[in-house]
């Protein structure tokens, strides 16, 4: 009886195994064979890792949409203001970067969705201390409205900076080009696709002033669309010189040479001045900082042996 018992046992675990191994075999053969009928067919091989990372990032894709659409009509619920501000608002965000028609909508969905969800997340960590600490719900709600207006100020002053250290070696570029015989709208399109990579917020005004002059537009109203964009001085300064040499006839190249020879001397005048302000900067954190540091190191030991020595008197 115990053998028949253990010959079962040994048939039953065998089978089991073998089940396993078929279904695991069949899959197997399965990934080969669409494998294969991808490299006969020309198509790109996808490996079960490949699937996974599509399904995530169509996941996430997904959220990503619903997200969107969900700021976007709040945003077109409760962005109709005044047309002054809203003319303004999509000053700022142009300056930003941010050139899409639903981008103010988005900006106003965001703020009003962050200032009604600060205070309900506060609410739900606070818990039952939420009584004590009730006057911390309008300062997370003014905190999700004013949060955003201080990262678009921050992404407009970023965007600012890149474009007016970038406009320096994109004169050099435009000099080369016209020199070589290329005409204005010509030189932009090429100053755009070769700083494309290295100085994008530059190429991406300079393309933009290619389409509007490829659309028709006036060169001079171009000009002064890319200077008034980004709200860059010597951007502007740039456009007011191409639209001054373009009436008076001049010649645009030695115009740029010029020009670019400036826009270096401002740079390094701008490199010394900063300079020169970094020995008032450095005096608080000196004072506030590293002359405390450098007191309790100095000072400390002999502290403490006074307050040694002074300690039977003060005792007695």
Do not use: W
């Given at each position: ?69 969900l700021v976007l009509s709040v945003g ?141 537009t006036p060169r001079e109203e171009a ?81 403490i042996q006074v307050m040694e020595i ?7």
């Amino acid at each position: 009886m115990i053998h028949l018992i253990t010959i079962g046992a040994f048939l039953a675990t065998a089978l089991l195994v073998l089940a396993v191994y078929s279904l695991f075999s069949t899959q197997t053969q399965q990934v080969v064979a669409e494998r294969l009928t991808r490299l006969r067919t020309g198509k790109r091989v996808r490996s079960p890792a490949d699937k996974e990372v599509e399904g995530a990032g169509a996941k996430k894709e997904a959220v990503d949409q619903l997200l969107t659409r969900l700021v976007l009509s709040v945003g077109r619920v409760f962005g109709r203001a005044t047309s002054s501000a809203s003319e303004a608002l999509r000053r700022r965000l142009i300056m930003a970067g941010y050139y899409g028609d639903n981008a103010m909508f988005i900006y106003t969905g965001i703020r009003i969705l962050l200032m009604l969800a600060l205070p309900f997340i506060g609410m739900f960590a606070l818990g039952s201390a939420m009584l004590r600490y009730i006057f911390l719900l309008p300062v997370l709600a003014l905190v999700g409205f004013v949060g955003p207006s201080l990262v678009l100020s921050s992404r407009i002053t970023q965007r600012q900076l890149a474009i007016r250290n970038a406009l320096a070696d994109a004169m050099d570029l435009m000099v080369s080009c016209v020199e070589a015989g290329l005409s204005l709208n010509a030189a932009l399109a090429r100053v755009a696709q070769e700083l494309r990579t290295v100085h994008p917020d530059l190429a991406r005004e300079f393309e933009i002033t290619g389409l509007e002059l490829r659309a028709g537009t006036p060169r001079e109203e171009a000009l002064r669309h890319l200077g008034e964009r980004s709200g860059v001085k010597d951007l502007k300064s740039f456009t007011a010189m191409l639209i001054q040499t373009d009436k008076f006839g001049t010649s645009i190249a030695r115009a740029l040479r010029v020009f670019s020879d400036t826009l270096r001397t401002k740079r390094r005048q701008r490199a010394e001045e900063a300079a020169a302000k970094t020995t008032i900067k450095l005096v608080f954190p000196l004072v506030f900082f590293i002359f405390p540091t450098i007191l309790i190191v100095l000072l400390g030991p002999g502290l403490i042996q006074v307050m040694e020595i002074m300690r039977p008197a003060m005792g007695k």
